[in-house]
């Protein structure tokens, strides 16, 4: 008798990969997906805390399977993740919800399989979280079920040692390990080997990759070793931190094709008072200077960022310097926060704290500014042509669909599977960040 699991992810690109693990711990398990959690044997939550939203929209979806889980006593309910692993979040959460079965932190995803063993054999609930565990992960490839192709996520690096005074990540990922270049290399190798099209390298912040095992390798120097193979194949990393990002690694990304010309720096504020207080390392003059040395190196290179606003102080001056960033940046599109304080950060004990009905009237003023900007990207690729990797087949608008090398969503119809292939579109209508246009018949890269 088949097993079902489920698995619903919260949270970034590093969450969504171990997701990936998760699927392969259960898949050894004899567990196969399902597309209900009415059907499933096993419900996992892969959470995250860097937002209260995040957090309360899990609370809410564990909450919700009480009645399933009376109605269906037999069915696991598993919780890790970030959220977890904040100190006293599983005392809280089992409290909260006692029928929840298994409670595993963000250092124990590996020993889930261990664990679901551990409940099954007994009627207790399982809970395991490992405290200032700083063991460099190297079996990604061994454990992970993928489910993006012809995407592929890569993790080259755990934790963060930056501090920044509003973020939960140290505290709850740990600090900065770095896995061994050749366990990469041989991974994106194979990877490729396999027909993978597009690799994407994580870390909370990847241009620290290498710094705690001696300099072994430096982040530029991996990517440049990955791009000595030169089949087809598109590379993207994130996230860097502004303070780190120099010549070096742009020369590096000016001088691959590989490596997208999409660059995602997140500068979080455009006002320099915020910036120290946020403890970000660098003021918003020299974050710009660092994106016109790019723009110098790279003149087609689009750029993409993280911006938030209401942070503790934030006076009108404040937030007008973070709209005066934006316009001289020119982002391709960003992606906009409300500040929120997370318990255990120094920005959640600041004074100063700002009023919702503030952070409201800002973002919706930044969120303008952003998609105006977007939208003007967008307007020039009319009448133009542009290479998407096709990624997925919408059943709904009945196109495929796929993402060029700036990250612009580009759909369209074929009569034959276009999944995993580059195909050139000629753009017939842009809309936000989606793309609609025809294919280019003679420029598709067949597998």
């Given at each position: 008798?088949?097993?079902?699991?489920?698995?619903?992810?919260?949270?970034?690109?590093?969450?969504?990969?171990?997701?990936?693990?998760?699927?392969?711990?259960?898949?050894?398990?004899?567990?196969?997906?399902?597309?209900?959690?009415?059907?499933?044997?096993?419900?996992?939550?892969?959470?995250?805390?860097?937002?209260?939203?995040?957090?309360?929209?899990?609370?809410?979806?564990?909450?919700?399977?009480?009645?399933l889980k009376k109605a269906k006593p037999g069915l696991i309910i598993a919780v890790g993740?970030?959220?977890?692993?904040?100190?006293?979040?599983?005392?809280?959460?089992?409290?909260?919800?006692?029928?929840?079965?298994?409670?595993?932190?963000?250092?124990?995803?590996?020993?889930?399989?261990?664990?679901?063993?551990?409940?099954?054999?007994?009627?207790?609930?399982?809970?395991?979280?490992?405290?200032?565990?700083?063991?460099?992960?190297?079996?990604?490839?061994?454990?992970?079920?993928?489910?993006?192709?012809?995407?592929?996520?890569?993790?080259?690096?755990?934790?963060?040692n930056n501090f920044c005074s509003y973020c939960i990540v140290p505290y709850v990922r740990?600090?900065?390990?770095?896995?061994?270049?050749?366990?990469?290399?041989?991974?994106?190798?194979?990877?490729?080997?396999?027909?993978?099209?597009?690799?994407?390298?994580?870390?909370?912040?990847?241009?620290?990759?290498?710094?705690?095992?001696?300099?072994?390798?430096?982040?530029?120097?991996?990517?440049?070793?990955?791009?000595k193979r030169k089949d087809k194949f598109r590379l993207r990393f994130m996230t860097s931190?502004?303070?780190?990002?120099?010549?070096?690694?742009?020369?590096?990304?000016?001088?691959?094709?590989?490596?997208?010309?999409?660059?995602?720096?997140?500068?979080?504020?455009?006002?320099?008072?915020?910036?120290?207080?946020?403890?970000?390392?660098?003021?918003?003059?020299?974050?710009?200077?660092?994106?016109?040395?790019?723009?110098?190196?790279?003149?087609?290179?689009?750029?993409?960022?993280?911006?938030?606003?209401?942070?503790?102080?934030?006076?009108?001056?404040?937030?007008?310097?973070?709209?005066?960033?934006?316009?001289?940046?020119?982002?391709?599109?960003?992606?906009?926060?409300?500040?929120?304080?997370?318990?255990?950060?120094?920005?959640?004990?600041?004074?100063?704290?700002?009023?919702?009905?503030?952070?409201?009237?800002?973002?919706?003023?930044?969120?303008?500014?952003?998609?105006?900007?977007?939208?003007?990207?967008?307007?020039?690729?009319?009448?133009?042509?542009?290479?998407?990797?096709?990624?997925?087949?919408?059943?709904?608008?009945?196109?495929?669909?796929?993402?060029?090398?700036?990250?612009?969503?580009?759909?369209?119809?074929?009569?034959?599977?276009?999944?995993?292939?580059?195909?050139?579109?000629?753009?017939?209508?842009?809309?936000?960040?989606?793309?609609?246009?025809?294919?280019?018949?003679?420029?598709?890269?067949?597998?």
């Amino acid at each position: 008798m088949e097993k079902f699991y489920f698995i619903i992810t919260y949270g970034c690109q590093m969450n969504v990969h171990e997701s990936e693990k998760i699927a392969g711990i259960l898949r050894k398990r004899g567990y196969v997906s399902c597309n209900a959690e009415g059907e499933a044997d096993i419900i996992v939550f892969n959470t995250c805390c860097i937002r209260e939203n995040a957090e309360n929209h899990a609370y809410g979806n564990i909450g919700a399977l009480k009645k399933l889980k009376k109605a269906k006593p037999g069915l696991i309910i598993a919780v890790g993740g970030c959220m977890t692993q904040q100190p006293g979040a599983a005392e809280k959460l089992r409290k909260k919800f006692p029928f929840v079965d298994i409670v595993f932190g963000t250092h124990n995803l590996e020993e889930l399989g261990d664990l679901l063993d551990k409940k099954q054999a007994g009627k207790k609930a399982v809970v395991e979280i490992a405290e200032g565990k700083t063991v460099v992960k190297e079996n990604d490839a061994d454990i992970s079920y993928r489910t993006s192709y012809p995407n592929a996520w890569v993790n080259i690096m755990y934790g963060c040692n930056n501090f920044c005074s509003y973020c939960i990540v140290p505290y709850v990922r740990g600090r900065e390990r770095s896995r061994k270049p050749e366990n990469i290399l041989a991974e994106v190798n194979a990877l490729l080997d396999e027909g993978y099209k597009e690799i994407t390298l994580l870390g909370q912040n990847v241009n620290s990759y290498g710094n705690d095992t001696g300099g072994e390798m430096s982040f530029p120097a991996l990517l440049a070793e990955i791009c000595k193979r030169k089949d087809k194949f598109r590379l993207r990393f994130m996230t860097s931190n502004p303070k780190d990002f120099g010549e070096e690694l742009i020369r590096v990304v000016a001088e691959n094709e590989q490596i997208c010309k999409l660059i995602h720096l997140p500068v979080q504020a455009g006002s320099d008072r915020i910036l120290k207080l946020m403890n970000r390392k660098y003021t918003s003059g020299e974050y710009l200077k660092k994106v016109e040395l790019l723009r110098k190196y790279i003149p087609n290179c689009q750029l993409t960022t993280d911006l938030m606003v209401g942070f503790p102080t934030e006076t009108e001056e404040d937030f007008q310097d973070t709209l005066d960033l934006v316009r001289k940046a020119d982002f391709s599109t960003a992606f906009t926060f409300v500040y929120s304080p997370r318990s255990g950060t120094v920005a959640a004990g600041m004074d100063g704290q700002i009023s919702d009905e503030v952070k409201k009237d800002r973002i919706m003023r930044l969120v303008g500014l952003v998609n105006s900007q977007t939208r003007e990207k967008s307007s020039v690729y009319l009448g133009k042509t542009t290479e998407i990797l096709c990624e997925d087949f919408d059943s709904k608008k009945n196109c495929y669909l796929g993402r060029d090398e700036y990250g612009r969503m580009g759909y369209f119809t074929s009569s034959e599977n276009k999944i995993g292939q580059f195909v050139t579109l000629k753009i017939t209508d842009a809309s936000g960040v989606s793309l609609y246009g025809e294919e280019v018949k003679g420029n598709t890269e067949e597998e």
